[in-house]
Nanobody, 122 residues
Framework: QVQLVESGGGLVQPGGSLRLSCAASGFTFRNFAMSWYRQAPGKERELVAGISSTGVSTNYADSVKGRFTISRDNAKNTVYLQMNSLKPEDTAVYYC???????????????WGQGTQVTVSS
């Protein structure tokens, strides 16, 4: 079955770094665009970063540009989020998402992981 398993979250001091990983299985990873979302307590889930199926194109939320980097390894079915210069406002549960639109009917495939907690605090 489809699985997205995030790892790498934890507690880090402001200014520190973390690297999140999302291991995918149960679908053809290389065909899917991958994204990281986050949700802080009391707030809506928001897009943090996205990467195309080939890895050529990336996009970032303004709040993380220059600090976060998304990448993928299609040979390992894994997407990463390198987070540097972390701030307390980056505290949230981070979710991995896989998305593909396919075929003449535009069927959508949208998968989510369970999330990993990132806490930035001194």
């Amino acid at each position: 079955q489809v699985q997205l398993v995030e790892s790498g979250g934890g507690l880090v001091q402001p200014g520190g770094s973390l690297r999140l990983s999302c291991a995918a299985s149960g679908f053809t990873f290389r065909n899917f665009a991958m994204s990281w979302y986050r949700q802080a307590p009391g707030k809506e889930r928001e897009l943090v970063a996205g990467i195309s199926s080939t890895g050529v194109s990336t996009n970032y939320a303004d709040s993380v540009k220059g600090r976060f980097t998304i990448s993928r390894d299609n040979a390992k079915n894994t997407v990463y989020l390198q987070m540097n210069s972390l701030k307390p406002e980056d505290t949230a549960v981070y979710y991995c998402n896989a998305y593909m639109r396919w075929g003449p009917m535009g069927n959508e495939y949208d998968y989510w992981g369970q999330g990993t907690q990132v806490t930035v605090s001194s």
